[in-house]
């Protein structure tokens, strides 16, 4: 049973491009959490989703951050005219039909902006 | 007040003793809490769970939750070299998301 897959694994972009991160949850889970470590700081809850839902997204930047989960296929976060405060990792976790589960991580996509 | 606190660190003990690590948190409300291990460099990966208060072992690692003092404790018995890495203290509230300390580094002597 494959784990969560996020791609790219490693992401460099130059300020004012885009990024656009992936993930892949486990089997059989449909709830995909969103989280952002920023360098020496501890994890940050950005958004929650479930198939074409987004459930809770208080964790987000108000502006040129979004994330989605069509039916078919990644969840995406999407980060528009990234900012040099944007480098960091960038972790996605998912959870199974039931949310009282714990939630299990992808490896995280680590961006760095120039 | 930070939602959840863990010991500043870094915690350094030698092989084979046991690694206490510390967490308090500040929300009556949270439900659910998690111990996760994160070496450098890589994702968080779940160690334990807990959720009544009381012990909760699994092989060398023992949880410990006492939702009245809003505590839980993570001890590491017969530390191993293996066992060098930050360990992060997790809960669930009333939502689905998870809030995170900062963080102990633990480091074990060889």
């Known amino acids: 049973n494959a784990g969560v897959m996020q791609n790219p694994r490693h992401l460099v972009r130059r300020r004012g491009q885009e990024a656009r991160l992936r993930c892949s949850p486990m089997k059989g889970h449909s709830h995909v959490y969103w989280y952002r470590q920023l360098p020496e700081e501890g994890l940050k809850f950005m958004v929650y989703l479930q198939k074409e839902n987004i459930i809770d997204e208080s964790g987000m930047p108000k502006e040129r951050f979004s994330a989605e989960f069509p039916k078919e296929g990644p969840s995406i976060l999407r980060i528009q005219q990234v900012v040099r405060g944007d480098s960091a990792a960038y972790f996605c976790?998912?959870?199974?039909?039931?949310?009282?589960?714990?939630?299990?991580f992808g490896p995280g996509t680590r961006l760095t902006v120039l | 007040q930070k939602e959840v606190e863990q010991n500043s660190g870094p915690l350094s003990v030698p092989e084979g003793a046991i690694a206490s690590l510390n967490c308090t948190y500040s929300?009556?409300?949270?439900?659910?809490f998690f111990w996760y291990r994160q070496y450098s460099g890589k994702s968080p990966e779940l160690i334990m769970s807990?959720?009544?208060?009381g012990d909760k072992e699994d092989g060398r690692f023992t949880a410990q939750l006492n939702k009245a003092s809003q505590y839980v404790s993570l001890l590491i018995r017969d530390s191993q070299p293996s066992d060098s890495a930050t360990y992060l203290c997790a809960l669930k509230t009333s939502g689905s998301r998870l809030t995170f300390g900062e963080g102990t580094q633990l480091t074990v002597n060889p």
């Open positions: 976790a998912s959870e199974p039909e039931r949310a009282s589960y714990t939630q299990y």
């Open positions: 929300d009556r409300g949270s439900q659910s």
């Open positions: 807990i959720y009544s208060n």
